[in-house]
């Protein structure tokens, strides 16, 4: 997040972050529930699921076992079970584990 904002060309002054504080802005506002209760909030989190499901799309060319195209990266029951038949994706997140209590990945 801090590198998408000072990736900006423009100067920021403040920043809303939805959910609890991360502490990376001098000037920043943390509104759980931010997508409800701030309008910038809510326009940026649809602009960021519009953008994130055009990508998973693309990503289901470049990795077509896997149903990007379907469940947009949802840890779905479909897409966990693609992750068990064919393992971690290059892109798919290292942090993820599969089950409550498991440290592992798959």
Not at 8 to 31: K, W
Not at 52 to 75: N, S, T
Request: charge should be neutral.
């Amino acid at each position: 997040m801090q590198a998408a904002v000072e990736a900006l060309a423009t100067h920021v002054d403040h920043v809303i972050v939805d959910g609890r504080p991360m502490g990376l802005f001098p000037v920043e506002s943390a509104v759980v529930g931010g997508d409800r209760r701030v309008a910038a909030v809510a326009a940026a989190s649809i602009i960021a699921k519009v953008e994130r499901d055009a990508y998973m799309c693309e990503l289901a060319h470049l990795h077509p076992q896997y149903g990007f195209e379907v469940h947009k990266g949802y840890g779905t029951a479909e897409h966990l079970e693609r992750i068990r038949t064919f393992g971690l994706s290059p892109v798919h997140r290292r942090s993820f584990t599969l089950g409550v209590g498991t440290d592992r990945l798959f």
